[in-house]
């Protein structure tokens, strides 16, 4: 399912005007409309309650015009609030607004604190508030007599439906632009956009229902927008079904280099975890200091002692080892609980220059390229990266809330520019590929906040590639099937207390899952009705 930037939007809505010649009034008549539709799905006794529509002057008060029209009809008591004067208002939302006259329906302007505060009395007797105040253009913070009303709808008790995005809301982040409407419903126009999905806009937009507003899909296709939410059904429709016949050795052969003293937890729930994934075989390649540990931890793993530093981290000299090791293997894993040494970094360094099987980065690993990063430009195999924002941090030079802020962007710039699939973890786990596209993934709850859950992905990930599947399908039903195996058991045991092995012990389940085409476990993750 397709989210859209702002400026697609824009795109979009531009096209069907004028090169397919839908008129403007048309899609904001469509929008008003189904936005009523869920409105009076929302509060089904509207009716007997009384609707505030607070509206600017442009078209996102223009929808809210519209939804007047059809409560009125409806039979509910409404009232339009506009922040302005009905002399500034133009456009097909000035064309709606003086539709409105004719009906009854009372148009109160409040183009200034005055204004409003005279009418407070009025104000505080409406039951429900449409929000239709700024839509998905706004790129400054909200600040003086907008904040104020806001702050208002926020404070006021009432539950606020938005139009299209709630106010103050940036459609492209999900980052509030100082202050933003904390809506009970959303419904948006054509398609969800991306910052109704990320985190925190989620949640201020609550439910989110998606309005078709008439964009033909020619002209979709043209934009081409380049996010999309993850599905059950993409992750279905991308899974094979093991073969009868199959064998470990026509599952694939997974090579992990991870462990050091102190982290060889890491090493052992990367290797299980790709196991639990149906990878045929796991070889562990390890200091060998650790070696006596990680047998007694993933006794279905085979572990291949390697020479070390005097830190007990992998040591350069383990170079050629390694590479043998190499042959016949269908990916390779490396990273968990690797360690800092400077000397694995340049191990490291010459791995992934000799690597000619896809290669799975995560944790040490990220932070030992970190002062590599031109290293990735010149790898010919194809390479994920997991990095939680704090260690993309460290890749890209920028703050860790810099990252938060702008997760998606991040993401794409850096895997565009380096060629790498990245899979930049958090709520909302962003997964971007060299092409540009990028797929947010909905799965995953707060109860996956303990150490070692980057160790499931990884493991994850390389062990649907070891399968055969291809590095950008495993990123992104590695990402889905890690955060919903988290979830489920967090349904079971709830959200505190869960720990990475819990979440390895619930992957095979997703896979059945998956392979039954059983998508009521997942239908929760879907943070949108489409179609209104």
Same mark, same amino acid.
């Given at each position: 399912m397709y989210l859209v930037t702002a400026r697609e939007m824009q795109d979009m809505d531009r096209k069907t005007i004028e090169s397919f010649g839908l008129p403007g009034l048309v899609l904001m008549e469509n929008a008003g409309r189904g936005a009523t539709r869920m409105l009076l799905e929302t509060f089904p006794d509207i009716q007997s309650k009384t609707v505030g529509i607070m509206a600017g002057k442009g078209n996102n008060?223009? +929808?809210?015009?519209?939804?007047?029209?059809?409560?009125?009809?409806?039979?509910?008591?409404?009232?339009?609030?506009?922040?302005?004067?009905?002399?500034? %208002?133009?456009? +097909?939302?000035?064309?709606?607004?003086?539709?409105?006259?004719p009906m009854g329906i009372p148009v109160i302007e409040l183009p200034d604190p005055s204004h409003f505060d005279r009418n407070r009395r009025r104000l505080d007797d409406q039951d429900i508030w449409v929000d239709a105040i700024l839509g998905t253009g706004l790129a400054s913070d909200v600040n003086g007599f907008f904040k104020d009303v806001i702050d208002f709808l926020n404070n006021s008790g009432r539950p606020v439906f938005s139009v299209d995005i709630p106010s103050g809301l940036n459609s492209d982040t999900g980052q509030p632009h100082g202050t933003c409407i904390n809506a009970s419903a959303t419904a948006t126009f054509a398609f969800a956009k991306s910052g109704h999905i990320h985190y925190p806009g989620f949640c201020h937009t609550k439910r989110l229902g998606v309005v078709d507003i008439g964009i033909p899909k020619h002209i979709v296709n043209a934009v081409a927008p380049f996010q999309q939410l993850v599905t059950f059904e993409m992750i279905h429709s991308g899974f094979r079904k093991r073969p009868p016949d199959a064998h470990k050795g026509t599952t694939g052969h997974l090579m992990v280099l991870a462990g050091s003293p102190g982290k060889t937890g890491a090493a052992a729930m990367t290797s299980l975890s790709a196991m639990k994934t149906g990878a045929g075989l796991v070889t562990l390649g390890l200091p060998q200091s650790t070696n006596q540990v990680l047998e007694t931890l993933a006794i279905e793993v085979m572990t291949e002692p390697l020479a070390e530093t005097g830190d007990g981290t992998l040591a350069e000299a383990s170079l050629d080892g390694i590479l043998r090791l190499l042959e016949g293997k269908t990916c390779l894993a490396v990273g968990p609980g690797l360690g800092l040494s400077e000397e694995t970094g340049s191990l490291l360094e010459q791995v992934l220059l000799n690597?000619?099987?896809?290669?799975?980065? +995560?944790?040490?690993?990220?932070n030992l390229l970190s002062s590599r990063a031109d290293l990735l430009k010149q790898i010919s195999?194809?390479?994920?990266?997991?990095?939680?924002?704090?260690?993309?941090?460290?890749? %890209?030079? +920028?703050?860790?809330?810099?990252?938060?802020?702008?997760?998606?962007?991040?993401?794409?710039?850096?895997?565009?520019?380096?060629?790498?699939h990245l899979v930049l973890k958090g709520a909302r786990t962003v997964i971007a590929h060299p092409d540009g596209s990028v797929f947010i993934n909905p799965t995953g709850s707060p109860a996956m906040a303990s150490g070692g859950m980057g160790d499931v992905l990884t493991g994850i990930i390389a062990g649907l590639i070891t399968q055969g599947y291809s590095p950008e399908y495993a990123s992104i039903a590695g990402a889905f099937i890690h955060g919903a195996s988290a979830d489920g058991v967090m349904e079971e045991k709830g959200p505190v207390g869960i720990m990475a092995t819990d979440v390895m012990a619930a992957i095979p389940e997703q896979f059945f899952n998956i392979e039954k085409r059983n998508v009521s476990p997942y239908a929760k993750y879907l943070p949108c009705h489409p179609g209104l």
């Open positions: 008060g223009g +929808d809210g015009f519209v939804i007047a029209r059809y409560l009125h009809q409806y039979g509910a008591e409404v009232t339009v609030y506009l922040l302005s004067t009905i002399e500034k %208002t133009k456009g +097909d939302a000035e064309t709606n607004l003086r539709l409105l006259s690597a000619e099987i896809p290669v799975v980065v +995560d944790a040490d690993g990220i195999a194809p390479v994920v990266l997991t990095p939680h924002p704090g260690e993309m941090a460290r890749l %890209t030079g +920028d703050s860790t809330a810099h990252i938060q802020r702008n997760r998606t962007e991040s993401a794409r710039k850096f895997a565009v520019e380096s060629g790498v």
